[in-house]
């Protein structure tokens, strides 16, 4: 029988979010649903453990180096369900958030492609309800911390459910017939902004994004500096800049094909000055010693070289990834 929802969720060999996320899932969904978990480079003993416990789960084993769109896209590709869930593994919900949803989509017009919940901290803040349309001016201020999702707005922060413009990764509720349609998520991009891309994608087609403030799921989000920052953050920043310098034309896949130059130029400058000065600021921090503030500062003056060296390059945003990847792995086995 098919299931009204497919779920997908990707996890990076971090079963200390996920399975809370899945025990959360189980105990607050009542609608027909069916799971499937992308485990991305798990270990042995995590994968077993994953299978074990939730012997429900349908594990699709990603053991190459891929980013979000990708590895979302290994499961998108098998579903059943009429709705599908995309919901990172750092969140967990206290309530039946995926019910609530798919009774919203029922109750709204066909044209309407996706909605998502009020996305929340643990801390009770707001992250995101609703996102308004981005732009390469937009990109600017966000990259100063300028950007306020939780300020209300046409789209974002109304009273129940409303119509928005755009999507957030961590979790939404798509019609899977449109989202097929669509070609999932566009795999030019590795570490974002591909839930922006879709949602704007929708948008051009012609159909309708919604969010409902009533609907709560928590994300922690975690904000911590990882080693692989130095990877993750150039590879961002090449494909904002691939999105924000060619909006007129965005479609999956979006490629580089039709780039308008002058705005790349433009926003890549910006960038790659920005950059410049932080690198500068780490010249007189300590990145020599072994203490967490030394590691840490390692990590972003690291980053801030890589995002320079990403920003004027021809390589797509994988291609970034998977060298800087491997070569902060081979650092890190040799130090």
């Known amino acids: ?5 497919s779920i997908v969720i990707v996890s990076m060999n971090n079963t200390a979010c996920l399975f809370p996320c899945l025990d959360s899932i189980r105990a607050y969904t009542s609608v027909s649903y069916e799971t499937y978990v992308v485990a991305y480079m798990f270990t042995a003993d995590n994968l077993s ?3 074990e416990r939730y012997p429900w789960v349908m594990v699709i084993e ?9 590895n979302n896209n290994l499961a ?23 019910d609530s949803l798919v009774a919203d989509m029922k109750s709204l017009p066909e044209d309407v492609a996706a909605v998502s919940p009020n996305i929340v901290y643990p801390d009770g803040r707001v992250q995101t309800c609703g996102r308004g349309p981005w732009s390469a001016w937009k990109y600017i201020r966000h990259y100063l911390h300028l950007v306020d999702e939780t300020r209300k707005t046409r789209w974002t922060m109304q009273e129940g459910l409303f119509r928005t413009y755009t999507l957030n990764g961590a979790c939404f509720l798509a019609r899977t017939g449109i989202f097929r349609e669509a070609g999932w998520f566009d795999e030019t991009y590795t570490f974002t902004p591909e839930d922006i891309a879709l949602g704007m994608l929708l948008n051009k087609r012609g159909y309708k994004v919604y969010a409902d403030s009533r609907i709560r799921i928590t994300h922690i989000a975690n904000a911590t500096a990882s080693r692989i920052e130095a990877a993750i953050k150039p590879t961002r920043v090449r494909g904002s800049l691939i999105l924000y310098s060619n909006l007129q034309a965005i479609d999956n896949p979006q490629g580089t094909e039709g780039i308008n130059r002058a705005k790349y130029l433009a926003l890549g400058a910006f960038i790659w000055c920005y950059e410049a000065l932080r690198g500068l600021k780490y010249i007189f921090c300590d990145c020599s010693g072994t203490t967490d503030r030394s590691r840490r500062n390692r990590i972003m003056r690291d980053t801030a070289a890589n995002v320079r060296r990403s920003i004027f390059t021809s390589k797509m945003p994988k291609e970034i990834f998977t060298e800087l990847y491997l070569k902060i792995s081979r650092t890190s086995s040799e130090a």
């Not at 029988?1 to 929802?5: D, K, Q």
């Not at 590709?77 to 599908?84: L, R, V």
């Open 1 to 5: 029988m098919r299931p009204e929802v």
């Open 49 to 51: 453990l994953l299978k």
């Open 62 to 70: 990603s053991n190459e180096l891929r980013g979000f769109a990708e």
């Open 76 to 98: 998108l590709k098998e579903i059943q369900g009429e709705f599908c869930f995309i919901v990172n593994d750092d969140t967990f919900m206290d309530e039946p958030v995926i």
